[in-house]
Structure formats: C-alpha cells, structure tokens
C-alpha cells in the first residue's frame, strides 16, 4: 500500500452540481497532483500543489480548483458539474524537493455525474 | 510538448508466454524520466520503474525488464513468463527533468489479460 488514501471511493452527483474530493498524502510528501482519467485513456494531469501553493496546471477549466493543507493533504473542488466530467480522479503524492522521486497513487475516485 | 504512445491497446496471452508492452515517446526535452505504472482493476496505480534519460541501461526485476533506447524514443516493458496475477492496464508516462513541475504525461495504456 502507498499510504494515499482519497475520499469518497464513489460517488454520484447531478449535472450542475458541486463536488470536493480529497486526498491524504504519503508521509515525507509534499506535493499533490491530481489526474483524471476517462474511461479507457491515460490520466490527464489537473494541477499540482506544492508547499500548498499551486505549481503548474493542466488544460483543465477553471471550474476545476483545488487547495492543500499544512499536513499536504489536498481537495480537487469542480464547480457545475458536467456530463464529460465523469471519470477516475487519482491524486498523486510526491515531493518536490527529491528530484526524480517517483509519484504514488491513491486508489481514486470513481464520480458520476448523471 | 510532450506525448506517449501505446500503440497495443489490448494484447491477450496464455500464462507462462512472455511479453512485451511497447513505448515510444516525444519530448523537446534533453533530459526526462521515463516511469511505467500498472493499474489494476482496483483503480490504484502501482509504480513498477523509473528510468533517467541519462541511463540507458536495461534493468531487469523478477520476471520484469526494461528496454530504454534513446535513439528510436522506446522504453518497452517485458514480462517474462506471464502469470495470470499479471492481468492488468499497463502505463507508460514520461515527466521532464528538473524544473519546478511534476506533471507526468501518460500514455492510453495497454491492456494485458493472461488466461489460465
């Protein structure tokens, strides 16, 4: 096991609706990115908090927002939920100041938005 | 910019065969990582290797091993010896060297299904 644990494991949410995701990072870490990944593609990457600023961001809206913690833990907040945003959400903890570290995933969350 | 292919969507072995998941990859950077994770169906990616661009070297793990060459942009992955716990989606993904970011760029994945 990593040790990066996200909540909820599921969950189902109507069009237009908000949704908050979360993410614990692995101890030592102290960087999260967060990836979506559709049905039968790679991850896209999201954005990326490093020491609770963000540091770097994918082609994603604005819509998609996110914030970390003190102890790096992480949320991945989307706004007016849309049909295409259903997916896998995988958050990934690393750190940045050990160059090259690999990143560990958590088991995602699987949203539906219906 | 950067890209990964997969171009094996889906290969299906008899357990015991060996086989091989194909990478090739773009970047404009002169140095970059190369990683390949392997999701099972639990949704969690498990990290299998990380390579430096600067190490050519093949490496071999278990029944795992790796073939980097720089000069065709290949980081192909062989399992040798297929077990049927090996059934999974395999992904490539590459991030670049240095600099602040940490954003890796995956490819589709291949996915392996070894039969009894």
């Known amino acids: 096991e990593t040790g990066v644990t996200q909540s909820p494991t599921h969950l189902i949410k109507t069009r237009g609706q908000q949704v908050t995701l979360r993410c614990s990072s692995q101890?030592?870490?102290?960087?999260v990115s967060w990836y979506q990944q559709a049905l039968g593609q790679g991850p896209q990457f999201i954005f990326q908090y490093y020491r609770e600023e963000e540091n770097g961001r994918g082609n994603f809206p604005p819509r998609f927002s996110g914030l970390q913690f003190p102890n790096y833990s992480s949320e991945l907040n989307v706004n007016a939920l849309e049909l295409d945003d259903s997916a896998l959400y995988l958050c990934?903890?690393?750190?940045?100041?050990?160059?090259?570290?690999?990143?560990?995933f958590g088991q995602g969350t699987r949203l539906t938005v219906v | 910019a950067q890209k990964v292919t997969q171009a094996q969507t889906e290969i299906s072995v008899v357990e015991k065969e060996d086989v091989t998941l194909d990478c090739v990859y773009e970047?404009?950077?002169?140095?970059?990582?190369l990683f390949w994770y392997k999701q099972p169906p639990s949704g969690e990616l498990v990290f299998l290797i990380r390579r430096n661009s600067f190490d050519e070297q093949n490496e071999i793990s278990g029944r795992y091993s790796w073939n980097f060459q720089k000069s065709t942009s290949s980081f192909n992955f062989t399992i040798t010896a297929s077990q049927v716990v090996d059934s999974a989606v395999y992904f490539c993904a590459l991030t670049p060297h240095g600099g602040s970011n940490y954003k890796l760029t995956f490819g589709k994945g291949t996915l392996l299904t070894v039969n009894p």
């Open positions: 970047t404009r950077d002169t140095t970059y990582y």
């Open positions: 101890s030592g870490h102290n960087t």
């Open positions: 990934a903890s690393s750190s940045l100041d050990r160059e090259g570290t690999e990143a560990f």
